[in-house]
T-cell receptor, first 113, second 115 residues
Framework: DAKTTQPPSMDCAEGRAANLPCNHS???????VYWYRQIHSQGPQYIIH???NNETNEMASLIITEDRKSSTLILPHATLRDTAVYYC??????????????FGQGTTLQVKP | SAVISQKPSRDICQRGTSLTIQCQVD?????MFWYRQQPGQSLTLIAT?????????ESGFVIDKFPISRPNLTFSTLTVSNMSPEDSSIYLC????????????FGPGTRLTVT
């Protein structure tokens, strides 16, 4: 079973920030938080990951609470092309079978003009 | 990031037949993963494929139904055997990034319809 809980859907106005929450209250000390998204009819796309510090890259920012039981993915200026299903996944970092991805149902983000 | 291609992109097959899906990566990778995404559902891991060894299957998936080959470090195939309409899904392969921080990169998927 997935170790994360996400709202099934969210709307966001184009140009505004999209804040996608994720609860992972049972996260272990060596597990990272990963975010992926799946645009319709495409394979999932890696966005960002983090352990306990906030992270930012060219796509998004990841804010992890101090107790690490929840996190928020922030798309600072959402565009229509950001409409997708967003998956929050916790797993051990590094390669190998121990770090396999377990996908939950994700959050369907609809960016509206 | 890795560039991954899959063939075929889609197919319509009759029940009882088999289909082999190919996955090609533009760089050498140790592990490749095969996922299934049933209509309207999330992704489910089928198996992990190491080069030179037998694939490791997840609970609910068996080698007789989903045989996997991994002949080299850039290529893998997944066969869906003795298909039924319940096998209608998108099948995706993925690899882990070379940075070694656990991110995975996915192919575009193969959309299979079984009639």
């Amino acid at each position: 079973d997935a170790k994360t809980t996400q709202p099934p859907s969210m709307d966001c106005a184009e140009g505004r920030a999209a804040n996608l929450p994720c609860n992972h209250s049972t996260i272990s000390g060596n597990e990272y938080v990963y975010w992926y998204r799946q645009i319709h009819s495409q394979g999932p796309q890696y966005i960002i990951h983090g352990l306990k510090n906030n992270e930012t890259n060219e796509m998004a920012s990841l804010i992890i609470t101090e107790d690490r039981k929840s996190s928020t993915l922030i798309l600072p200026h959402a565009t229509l092309r950001d409409t997708a299903v967003y998956y929050c996944i916790v797993r051990v970092a590094g390669s190998g079978n121990t770090g396999k991805l377990i996908f939950g149902q994700g959050t369907t983000l609809q960016v509206k003009p | 990031s890795a560039v991954i291609s899959q063939k075929p992109s889609r197919d319509i097959c009759q029940r009882g037949t088999s289909l082999t899906i190919q996955c090609q990566v533009d760089s050498q990778v140790t592990m490749m993963f095969w996922y299934r995404q049933q209509p309207g559902q999330s992704l489910t891991l089928i198996a992990t494929a190491n080069q030179g060894s037998e694939a490791t299957y997840e609970s609910g998936f068996v080698i007789d139904k989903f045989p996997i080959s991994r002949p080299n470090l850039t290529f893998s195939t997944l066969t869906v055997s003795n298909m039924s309409p319940e096998d209608s899904s998108i099948y995706l392969c993925s690899v882990e990034g070379v940075a070694g921080v656990g991110e995975q990169y996915f192919g575009p998927g193969t959309r299979l319809t079984v009639t």
